[in-house]
């Protein structure tokens, strides 16, 4: 009874104890209740997360522009890796067996063994062209042509560097939006306000390349594979393409080509990033050009293309 009172009597002068007591515990529970809700939270989150895999890095651009938080996109084409003469080896086709999404470019023949072999072992797996729409040039990679639009399919493969051309990017995004509201209908209010933002700022692109290139003297460039066929069709350019056909070139074609440059005044000459400049130096010396190195196969898409156009905006060598 005394003991009783005594600690009654501790409290009532000293209540602080109490105070504290009670106060960690409202904290822990409210922190643990807390802890429940975010890990429910992103429990629920990541299942909520579309995945996409698309063929080459310039389709991330794409896929993350229009997706945003709510994608997970994972690249076929390795970095620094050529999309015409790629070969998927058995850990890539084992890594892609479970996907259920691609976007492919529509031109590249590794695309096609690629989706032969995992329709076999998917055959649920969505597929998605993103050159459905797009008008395409054929021709450009024989020796016969150096990069005019033709659309007689009997003039060799089509051009497979749908990627390179902003007018062409328009309806990429719009083949994309079908492909992540297909994959993830629940996000497709939240992917048409981004494809819409990501078209208006394509033709803000559009518009700038189109004032440069408008104002440059001359309409020739100098490329060493013709990756910019689509690009000089948009602003009504005249490509001239020294390896076309990803093989050695050969003297005579050099000569072709070089006859060709010396009758155009180009305005640049554009080889890919990486390229051993010695296998440029005579074109670029008999040019009187200075090579710019791009890398059209980025997953920053727009950043070789406004290279493109400044290096076009600039004089030709007199």
Not at 17 to 30: C, K, P, Y
Not at 112 to 125: G, R
Request: charged share 20%.
């Amino acid at each position: 009874m005394t003991k009783n009172i005594v600690c009654h009597i501790t409290s009532l002068i000293n209540p602080s104890r109490h105070i504290v007591t009670t106060v960690m515990a409202a904290a822990i529970l409210a922190a643990s209740s807390s802890c429940s809700r975010t890990a429910a939270y992103q429990a629920e989150e990541s299942a909520d997360i579309a995945s996409i895999t698309v063929s080459i890095p310039p389709l991330e651009y794409f896929a993350k522009s229009i997706g945003g938080d709510s994608v997970d996109v994972t690249t076929l084409l390795p970095a620094g890796a050529d999309p015409e003469t790629f070969e998927p080896g058995v850990n890539v086709m084992r890594a892609l067996s479970g996907a259920g999404a691609i976007a492919t470019t529509g031109t590249l023949r590794f695309e096609e063994s690629v989706l032969t072999n995992l329709q076999a072992n998917n055959p649920d797996l969505k597929i998605f062209d993103m050159s459905d729409g797009i008008p395409l040039i054929f021709g450009t990679h024989q020796h016969a042509s150096h990069g005019e639009e033709n659309h007689n399919h009997d003039d060799g493969e089509a051009d497979p560097h749908i990627w390179s051309s902003v007018k062409n990017a328009r309806i990429i995004a719009d083949n994309m939006l079908k492909a992540l509201s297909e994959t993830a209908p629940q996000h497709t209010g939240y992917y048409t306000r981004r494809h819409n933002a990501l078209i208006q700022h394509l033709d803000s692109l559009d518009h700038a390349y189109s004032a440069k290139i408008h104002n440059a003297d001359g309409n020739a460039f100098l490329i060493w594979h013709p990756s910019l066929s689509y690009f000089a069709r948009d602003y009504g350019l005249h490509q001239i393409a020294f390896n076309v056909e990803n093989k050695e070139t050969s003297p005579l074609q050099l000569r072709k080509s070089l006859q060709q440059a010396s009758g155009n005044a180009p305005l640049a000459f554009f080889i890919p990033e990486g390229t051993d400049q010695r296998r440029t130096a005579t074109i670029a010396a008999e040019a009187g050009l200075t090579p710019v190195p791009v890398n059209l196969m980025s997953a920053d898409w727009e950043e070789p293309l406004g290279k493109v156009a400044d290096a076009l905006s600039k004089k030709p060598h007199n």
